[in-house]
Nanobody, 123 residues
Framework: QVQLVESGGGLVQAGGPLRLSCAGS????????MGWFRQAPGKEREFVAA????????YYAAPVQGQFTISRDNAKSTVYLQMNSLKPEDTAVYYC????????????????WGQGTQVTVSS
């Protein structure tokens, strides 16, 4: 089992930055590739970004490429999502998730999930 807890969400004005954190516990954090997903009201949960076990490789969904940056600190068992130039359409609940597979983007390919953190971008 891997327990994941997100933090850092909140209300931000359009154009502003926000950094999300996801702290892991339980099984060895570095065994897992980590991903961020988001779910807006009335929409399906969608892939945002992923990072490999060592942090040496990253992968982004097209809409956030160049705007968001995923990183991890295995010594702290934490993965981050730096979000810049936020737009109202980035408003969603953001989830982190853990997978034994790399470069996977579908919800069912991630075994462990956090509870989510709300990000609201005002115009």
């Amino acid at each position: 089992q891997v327990q994941l807890v997100e933090s850092g969400g909140g209300l931000v004005q359009a154009g502003g930055p926000l950094r999300l954190s996801c702290a892991g516990s339980g099984r060895t954090f570095s065994n897992y590739a980590m991903g961020w997903f988001r779910q807006a009201p009335g929409k399906e949960r969608e892939f945002v970004a992923a990072i490999s076990r060592t942090g040496g490789s990253t992968y982004y969904a097209a809409p956030v490429q160049g705007q968001f940056t995923i990183s991890r600190d295995n010594a702290k068992s934490t993965v981050y999502l730096q979000m810049n130039s936020l737009k109202p359409e980035d408003t969603a609940v953001y989830y982190c998730a853990a997978s034994l597979a790399w470069r996977v983007v579908r919800v069912h390919e991630y075994a462990y999930w956090g509870q989510g953190t709300q990000v609201t971008v005002s115009s």
